[in-house]
C-alpha cells in the first residue's frame, strides 16, 4: 500500500531567509575533539557547508590530566599550590581549541565546570558513572560554586586573555560565550542567586579581557521557564553581584529542549515523542518574547535532541542507529524555526548534542553522529541542511501534520510527511521527510512536488540532484547488519561501510524540468522514515 502526498511549493512567495540553524553540535568528553576519531569528525564538521560551524564542550575547566570517560573529561587548567597560589596550565585546553581551528570549527565555549581547589565541596570528584547506574551518580564536587569567586574570575580573566593572545582579538569576537550548564538541574548544586553571581563574575571577568565578548546564557535543562525568568529579571534590573549596578550583560539567550521516547513492550518498539521537545521549545520561546528587550536578540537551543543523555543506553534509545533518528531530525528541526516564526523570536542556532565515543564497539547504541568513523544516516540530514540556503519558499504537504498537532499530540496517527523548500539564486532546494513516532514499518509515500511561481532558464538548462537517506542509501548501518555486525571488520568490509555511510544520490542529471512559466511536477516514492532533498540549478 502507499500514500498519495502533493506538494506545492511557491516561488514566488517568499518568507524570510531560511537559517542554518543546524550548524551547532556539542559532547560532554572534550578530549575525544582531539582525539584519531575526533579530529576526523571534527574535519567533517568544518566542510559540511559555507555556514560557519560551532561547537560545545562540557568540562572546559574540570580538573583531571586529560583522560576521557563516558560524560567525563578534563583540562587540569587550574590547580593550587601549597600555600593557595593559582598554577594555570592551557596544555589540554589548547589541544581542543587548536583542532577546532585548524579544522574550521569555532568555540562556542563553555565556563565549566568547578576545578578541584576552588569546589565548595570537592569530594568524591570524577565519578564513575557507566549507562546502567543512575545519572545522578555524575553530579560531584565539580558542581558546586567555588568557595572563592574572586579566584574564579580571575582564572576566566586569565584563560580568555591567554585565548586572545593567541588566537587574536577578531577570532575570538567570533565565538559564542557562555556560563555553566544546565544550572536549574544537578549540574549546579548551588542557589539560583549564586547562578546569578557566577555569572556576573564569569561575563564581567570575560569582558575585562575581551570586552566585544558576545555572551549569553542560561542554557536551563527543559526550558526550565521559572528559571529563564529569574535569570533574565537579573540581568535586565537586577543587581550585578560585581559592579553594584544595575544589569549583566546578555546578547543571546539560550536553553536546552529534549524529546522523551519510551519502549513499548507490546510491540518491542520505540515510539519516540517530538511533541515533546517542540512544547518545551515553544514554551520557551514564550517566555523569550515576554521581555521586549530580548525579543530579537539571536537565541540558540543550546541542546536540542531526541532524549537526554547522549552516553546513556537502553532499550528507549534504540532508535540511534539508523533512520528513526534522521528522519525526526529533519522533521523537528523544520519545526523549531517554525516556532520561532509563530513567536517573532530571533532562533540563531540549534545544537545538536551528539558527537562520537572514542574506542567503543561499532554501532553501540550511543547517541552519535558516527562510529570509529563511519557516519550515521543522521549526519547526512545535516549534510542536506548544509546545501539549502537563501530564502525559504512557501511549502504546502498535504500529509503534513499541522503544528498545533503535533505539540499537542506528537506524530501518533498518520506519518508527518513535510516539506521545506529555498530559493538561493538559481538554485532550487526541496526537503521532504516522512516521520512517525512509533519506530514500526508504514506505507511507503508517493510524494507528487508542483513547482508554482518559477521560471526556467531554458528547458534543457536545468540540473537535478536528488540526495536520498533510507534503509538502503546513505545508511551504514543497513550495511554493517546485512554484513552480520562485525565488530572487526576487514579493510574491504570497513571501506563498503564508509561508501554506505556517505550521502547518496538518487538522481544527478540535466533535465528539461519546464519552460519558462510552467507549472513542473516531481514525483518520487518515499519510504517511512525517509529523507530526500531535491535540488535544481537553473531556476530563476
Known sequence: MSLHVPITVHGDKRQGPFKPIYRFFGCDEPNYVYMKDGEKLIQKLGQLGSDQVYFRV????????????LKWGSTNVYTEDEAGNPIYDWTIIDQIYDTWLSRNVKPYVQFGFMPEALSTDPQPYQ?????????????????????????????????????????????AETWYWETWNEPNIGYWQGTHEEYCKLYDYTVENVRRALPTAFVGGPETADGGPEYLRRFFEHCLRGKNYVTGKIGSALDFTSFHAKGKPEFIEASQHVRMNVGRQLRIIDESFGVIASFPELKDKPIVIGESDPEGAAAAQGPQLGYRNGTMYSS??????????????????????????????????????????ATNDIDLPVLNVFRMFAKMGGSRLETKSQGQVPLENILQNSVRD????????????ERLSIFVWHYHDDDQPGEVANVDISLQGLKWNSPSSSRLKHYRIDEHHSNAYTKWKAMGSPQTPSSEEYRQLS??????????????????????????ALPRQGVSLVVLEGVS
Open 414 to 425: 498518520g506519518p508527518d510527511l513535510g516539506a521545506a523548500a529555498t530559493l538561493d539564486g
Open 328 to 369: 525526526y531530525t529533519a522533521a523537528s528541526f523544520i519545526r523549531k524555526q517554525d516556532l520561532a516564526a509563530r513567536h517573532g523570536v530571533n532562533l540563531e542556532g540549534a545544537l545538536t548534542w551528539a558527537f562520537e565515543f572514542e574506542d567503543q564497539p561499532y554501532f553501540a547504541g550511543f547517541r552519535v553522529l
Open 127 to 171: 565519578h564513575s558513572w557507566t549507562p546502567t547506574a543512575s545519572y545522578k551518580e555524575v553530579f560531584t564536587g565539580w558542581t558546586y560554586p567555588p568557595k572563592d569567586y574572586e579566584k574564579w574570575g580571575e582564572l576566566v580573566y586569565q584563560w580568555t586573555k591567554h585565548v586572545v593572545d593567541k588566537y587574536g582579538k577578531a577570532e
Open 58 to 69: 562540557h568540562n572546559q575547566f574540570t580538573t583531571g590530566k586529560g583522560v576521557h570517560a
Open 499 to 524: 561508501e554506505a555511510a556517505r550521502l547518496t544520490t538518487l538522481e544527478d542529471h540535466e533535465t528539461e524540468i519546464g519552460t519558462r512559466d510552467s507549472i513542473t511536477t516531481l514525483s518520487f
